[in-house]
């Protein structure tokens, strides 16, 4: 089966964005979107529509353009993290595209996560130590300089390990506010 986020493709989605002057790029609007979910947001297709699109004119075919493709992958998110067993893909450029090289696509995808899982108002105090380590990790990746281009193999394998680790470091929060979310003596023995 085929999830939404695999029928988007990035560049037509990072394009479409341009098109219509979204300020952010297609890795932070999935980052938003992956936050959002990851913190169990009660509203996250409102918090989805006014962090991402609500200045959008609703008459405006670009516009609807590139609405259609962030609720694609506003989608696929969430079918992401329902799959508990990592379904998680950071959407990311396969290669730098214009004007977005892979380390600053990775940078903005750790923004959009810090700042979707920020919306909700839910407490750290839920997380395990591991997961708090890794939303600090995350905020150490979102606050890095990528003004340099990354090229050579030893740096693209080190994006690469970076990616995982952010990849496994959500699933871990995710998981860790998805138990804390049940109800009492409703959690799952692993």
């Known amino acids: 089966m085929v999830s939404e986020l695999e029928t988007v493709d990035f560049a037509q989605c ?3 964005m341009q098109r219509v002057n979204i300020p952010f790029s297609a890795a932070e609007a999935h980052g938003i979107a992956v936050g959002l ?3 169990q947001a009660d509203d996250a297709q409102q918090h989805w529509v006014q ?3 609500a200045e959008l004119d609703a008459n405006d075919v670009l516009a609807n353009e ?6 694609q992958v506003f ?3 969430e079918k992401q993290l329902e799959d508990t067993e990592f379904g998680l893909q950071l959407f990311l450029p396969d290669e730098a595209i214009e004007n977005l090289p892979r380390s600053t696509a990775i940078r903005d995808w750790a923004q959009g996560f810090l700042y979707g899982f920020g919306l909700t108002g839910n407490s750290q105090a839920a997380l395990s130590e591991e997961s708090q380590e890794a939303l600090r990790d995350l905020y150490e990746i979102a606050q890095l300089d990528v003004s340099e281009a990354y090229a050579s193999n030893d740096e693209i394998e080190m994006l690469v390990e970076v990616e995982e680790y952010m990849r496994v470091g959500v699933m871990m929060i ?8 049940q109800p009492e003596g409703d959690h799952e023995l692993h």
């Open 66 to 71: 590139a609405r259609e493709l962030l609720d």
């Open 174 to 181: 995710a998981e860790d506010l998805r138990i804390n979310a």
């Open 75 to 77: 989608l696929g998110a």
């Open 14 to 16: 990072q394009a479409a």
């Open 37 to 39: 979910f990851s913190a």
């Open 51 to 53: 962090s991402v699109y």
